[in-house]
């Protein structure tokens, strides 16, 4: 079996579904207006679309501009608030908890990430815990803010509870990424960013749409059996913690997302577990919160407060050149570091466009529409 | 399928495995002694002694009195130092790195997660990388030194190549485990301490002696081939990053582990990758090693950098009550919280006393001889 090129995956997938190839900058204007439209002001507008954008410029087309109307719709129902006031009320020097006034992940995440930052550069560390926060795209983008600082940056979020834990048929967690991007010099940085389940969401939706089965080990029913439906979360079934199962380590992909959830939301004020706010506006909001909004949590350690930064980068170059040499399995061409495949995605297709799902660009024009805008 | 209460598979484990049970305190002294004997001050055979054996009390028995020996022959080997100068050899507000002057693990991590915990009073977090190390028992131990401060504590490491990444025939990642522990109220706290991989090692010791085959997808063949030869390691097979395969996420195995590596002897100037010092002193030293030693990587949080203590323990009480209270599967009485097993394994074997394999026995026996020492 020989591994694909992402080049060559992109293409195949066009052949299999029906897509539509935007320019970035069509996709950005897009989405920029209609963040406009609905209240934001022209820095949020900014900072929201470019958010939104990475995860479609990196490949994660289940958390882009693909999720735009559910932004809206939040907005609609009145659980997104388009001119928040974002605030630090509480901090230490090296720690920060921000209150996202209900305003949109996307926006927060960012303020909340240079807060670390600005901390990290003062004590060494940032770690900023945040509340009253909606969804915020990807981890990966945040966490990637702290590399221009020569430092390491951290992302994590909770969400709505789509996860069982180990032995239970309960949907408790939800798939809470991490995010961590580590800064080389002439090497390209390491940036790992994933969910603490076996498979996102997002692959899931694939699958729905192609009609096609899960493999084993993804999903489970509402009993707890193994399931290879697709669609089990509408039938009252749970996606699975990293692992699977206990005898392949379900319980570490549990105690994962359970220390996503706490750092996130039980150290800020969030409303943590079963209680995380849904994203879908038709779902209702769970009853007795303890706490406000979705909670995300942020890290930046200055790479100089342990050894001076050329130091480290150079060693980081030696890291990956070492584990990129490392021996590759038959049929496949070389080792990958975390964050390869999306740098790849974002070199082709800053070049080549942004491929839509039909279904996805006739959401989309449908929702312009309504604002008196041309996708 | 019921599941067994720890007393049971205690019971269970005894009529299996041929083992003699000793007190605590029976082993604490012996092992004391021990460390007595090769050199260390009786501050640091205490320190190390009771790190050694919160393992055993715990229930992780591959990683308590069993590796006395190894560590002996360590230090026969010339590979640790029984009377460090550990010291501080940079460090900010929040940060320090640590040189361990190729001291025990267990010793020099007490020293290093002392030194976050002092940070983190007056920062709000500490953070600390080692290097110039050796193992250092398990992670768990050191991290819940944070809790009676009301502090959240993790700890990791690094340790010799085991693992493949995905994709790839060769060893270039310990199984570096990641410990975090979490204060709670009137609720016992919480303790995750897992390997980022689908099966620690230990695991697999168990099943040697018990000439029993793994589960598929803990271990490939020298070729990466899926096998379930509990001997694998020894015909240059490798254990696989939690995640088992890249369709069950083993990317996200591999990318956790890279960050322990990277974050424990990258950012401290310890020996990283494939280049990791091997535990069995057999084994020769890597050659050209980047940096000294095995790394360690240690966080302090306190809580109140980020909301009122009681407050957040308030909600962590919430949150496992909650957790606790998920409905279980079907032949399962309840969920667990990360760090109930090993509890409930420390509660019986303080009262029980401590099996050891009698395999363990006879060689502490023989160890014994060698000082004087009668286990």
């Not at 849904?278 to 303890?290: C, D, I, Q, R, T």
């Amino acid at each position: 079996m020989r591994r694909r090129g992402f080049g060559e995956t992109f293409y195949l997938a066009l052949k299999i579904n029906p897509v539509q190839v935007f320019s970035y900058d069509h996709l950005y204007t897009f989405t920029y207006n209609t963040f406009r439209k609905i209240g934001c002001s022209q820095e949020h507008a900014d900072t929201a679309a470019t958010g939104l954008l990475a995860a479609d410029l990196r490949g994660i087309d289940s958390h882009g501009v693909a999720r735009l109307t559910g932004y809206v719709r939040l907005w609609e129902a009145g659980r997104i608030n388009a001119s928040p006031d974002i605030r630090i009320v509480h901090e230490t020097p090296s720690t920060a908890v921000v209150d996202g006034d209900a305003g949109l992940g996307l926006v927060v995440a960012p303020f909340a990430m240079q807060t670390a930052i600005g901390k990290a550069r003062n004590a060494g560390t940032g770690w900023v815990s945040v509340r009253n926060s909606n969804h915020f795209g990807i981890a990966g983008h945040h966490a990637m803010m702290a590399l221009p600082y020569d430092m390491i940056g951290m992302a994590m979020t909770n969400a709505s509870a789509l996860v069982a834990p180990t032995f239970s048929t309960e949907r408790m967690l939800g798939t809470n990424p991490i995010a961590v991007a580590i800064p080389a010099g002439s090497q390209p940085p390491f940036v790992a960013d994933f969910a603490t389940t076996t498979a996102a969401n997002g692959k899931l939706e694939i699958l729905q749409r192609k009609n096609e089965d899960t493999p084993l080990g993804w999903v489970q029913d509402k009993e707890a059996n193994p399931s290879t439906d697709a669609n089990i979360l509408k039938k009252q079934g749970a996606l699975l913690p990293l692992g699977s199962d206990r005898e392949h380590g379900s319980h570490k992909g549990y105690a994962l997302g359970s220390i996503v959830d706490i750092f996130s939301a039980v150290l800020s004020g969030g409303s943590y577990g079963p209680w995380a706010p849904p994203f879908p506006a038709y779902v209702p909001m769970p009853e007795n919160m303890p706490g406000q909004g979705l909670g995300h949590f942020f890290g930046a350690m200055r790479v100089d407060a342990f050894r001076p930064a050329e130091e480290f980068k150079h060693h980081m170059d030696n890291w990956i050149t070492r584990f990129r040499a490392a021996k590759p399995a038959e049929g496949h061409e070389k080792v990958l570091i975390p964050g390869d495949p999306e740098r790849e995605a974002e070199q082709a297709r800053k070049k080549e466009g942004i491929p839509l799902a039909d279904s996805v660009a006739a959401d989309l024009t449908q929702l312009g529409a309504r604002f008196g805008l041309v996708l």
